[in-house]
T-cell receptor
Framework: GQQLNQSPQSMFIQEGEDVSMNCTSS?????WLWYKQDPGEGPVLLIA?????ELTSNGRLTAQFGITRKDSFLNISASIPSDVGIYFC???????????FGKGTRLSVIA | GAGVSQSPRYKVAKRGQDVALRCDPI?????LFWYQQALGQGPEFLTY????????KSGLPSDRFFAERPEGSVSTLKIQRTQQEDSAVYLC?????????????FGPGTRLTVL
């Protein structure tokens, strides 16, 4: 089945640093989503991207939908301890196919 | 307002037992989804309901897995004759939109451990 590749798998950063992670696919998708999952909780939607080349911000988060529609990245600026968690990318074909999730990037923030 | 709730939060079953996992979606949401999340993995789609109709069950791993949503609200995922490989977190999500993708609100999940 379809696989999304997320990198890095895990990262340790100092509080206040900026973070960048990305997600790639071998197939084209028209909708890219970024979720965050805290321990013992379900994923929470952070940003949704619907247009190739689109750059969208949500507070300290910025995500871009690659022009080829096969990749996306998520940036977090000035990280804080509550940014700790697992970040998943997910894709769908304009909402007509089930969401496919990547394996996640585990972020740890050192105070 | 209340989010998606799931019960029980934790379930331990002996191999071969049947289990039933419950999901209470956000009130009024037409779409309901079940996902399976193995340790260290992302959620994997199991099945999708639009109101009471099960429109997609392509992700159910075997005929031991059965889901229902008889009145278009609460849903139950049933696993018969549980096996060790069924151990995972089972997530439920709901959406106000009648689509398979897009904005979904997840519950906290039920962690199933099969001994």
């Amino acid at each position: 089945g379809q696989q999304l590749n997320q990198s890095p798998q895990s990262m340790f950063i100092q509080e206040g640093e900026d973070v960048s992670m990305n997600c790639t696919s071998s197939s084209i998708f028209n909708t890219w989503l970024w979720y965050k999952q805290d321990p013992g909780e379900g994923p929470v939607l952070l940003i949704a991207l619907y247009k190739a080349g689109e750059l969208t911000s949500n507070g300290r988060l910025t995500a871009q939908f690659g022009i080829t529609r096969k990749d996306s990245f998520l940036n977090i600026s000035a990280s804080i301890p509550s940014d700790v968690g697992i970040y998943f990318c997910a894709v769908t074909d304009s909402g007509n196919t089930p969401l496919v999730f990547g394996k996640g990037t585990r972020l740890s923030v050192i105070a | 307002g209340a989010g998606v709730s799931q019960s029980p939060r934790y379930k331990v079953a002996k191999r071969g037992q049947d289990v039933a996992l419950r999901c209470d979606p956000i009130s009024g949401h037409v779409s309901l989804f079940w996902y399976q999340q193995a340790l260290g993995q992302g959620p994997e789609f199991l099945t999708y309901f639009q109101n009471e109709a099960q429109l997609d069950k392509s992700g159910l791993p075997s005929d031991r897995f059965f889901a229902e949503r008889p009145e278009g609200s609460v849903s139950t995922l049933k696993i018969q004759r549980t096996q060790q490989e069924d151990s995972a977190v089972y997530l439920c999500a709901s959406s106000s939109q009648p689509y398979l993708g897009d904005t979904q609100y997840f519950g906290p999940g039920t962690r199933l451990t099969v001994l």
